[in-house]
T-cell receptor
Framework: NAGVTQTPKFQVLKTGQSMTLQCAQDMNHNSMYWYRQDPGMGLRLIYY???????DKGEVPNGYNVSRLNKREFSLRLESAAPSQTSVYFCASSGQEGVTEAFFGQGTRLTVV | RKEVEQDPGPFNVPEGATVAFNCTYSNSASQSFFWYRQDCRKEPKLLMS???SGNEDGRFTAQLNRASQYISLLIRDSKLSDSATYLC????????????FGQGTELSVKP
């Protein structure tokens, strides 16, 4: 019963380094999402993908890129990490363009120093 | 104006109390509404969907007012285990199914 799997769970980067956060779901969902959560704030949408082959910007896309590799996988890339990108990142998936319940990965705790 | 707004709290209530959370959304074309629960910055999990006619699940009641663009969650007979952050979520299906979260309302239930 994997659901949504995110890797890695923790990461420390130096300013300017790049990395890719991986996300995979095994529920045959069409929609996938990337959020970030900062202390005292809710989840802010970075990018989302309504279906395989499509991606759209959310509220805070600057500094990030995404790839919907196939129906199962949706990756988030930081090309040149900045301290402002220190956050907890959550990947989620849902069926029917978000009409049904969204399931979340366990999160990636990223620190940029 | 934020797309989805909630009172951040915190709400500190004794066991057995009734507590209500409110949420407003700005996009009148929003089509689906949810309440999620988040414990200690773990991943959010669905508490309940919110239907136009209102719906109840045990001690939890959700209401939707489309005219006022307002969603509420009522928790009766609060338990210690209800302590968490409650997140209001709106699906903007006219934008390809964007799921927008409010900033969350923190609830602390005390003995």
């Amino acid at each position: 019963n994997a659901g949504v799997t995110q890797t890695p769970k923790f990461q420390v980067l130096k300013t300017g380094q790049s990395m890719t956060l991986q996300c995979a779901q095994d529920m045959n969902h069409n929609s996938m999402y990337w959020y970030r959560q900062d202390p005292g704030m809710g989840l802010r949408l970075i990018y989302y993908s309504a279906s395989e082959g499509t991606t759209d910007k959310g509220e805070v896309p600057n500094g990030y890129n995404v790839s919907r590799l196939n129906k199962r996988e949706f990756s988030l890339r930081l090309e040149s990490a900045a301290p402002s990108q220190t956050s907890v990142y959550f990947c989620a998936s849902s069926g029917q363009e978000g009409v049904t319940e969204a399931f979340f990965g366990q999160g990636t705790r990223l620190t940029v120093v | 104006r934020k797309e989805v707004e909630q009172d951040p709290g915190p709400f500190n209530v004794p066991e057995g109390a009734t507590v209500a959370f409110n949420c407003t959304y700005s996009n009148s074309a929003s089509q689906s509404f949810f309440w999620y629960r988040q414990d200690c910055r773990k991943e959010p999990k669905l508490l309940m969907s919110v239907y136009s006619s209102g719906n109840e699940d045990g001690r939890f009641t959700a209401q939707l007012n489309r005219a006022s663009q307002y969603i509420s969650l009522l928790i009766r007979d609060s338990k210690l285990s209800d302590s968490a952050t409650y997140l209001c979520v709106v699906n903007e299906r006219n934008q390809g199914g964007k799921l927008i979260f409010g900033q969350g309302t923190e609830l602390s239930v005390k003995p």
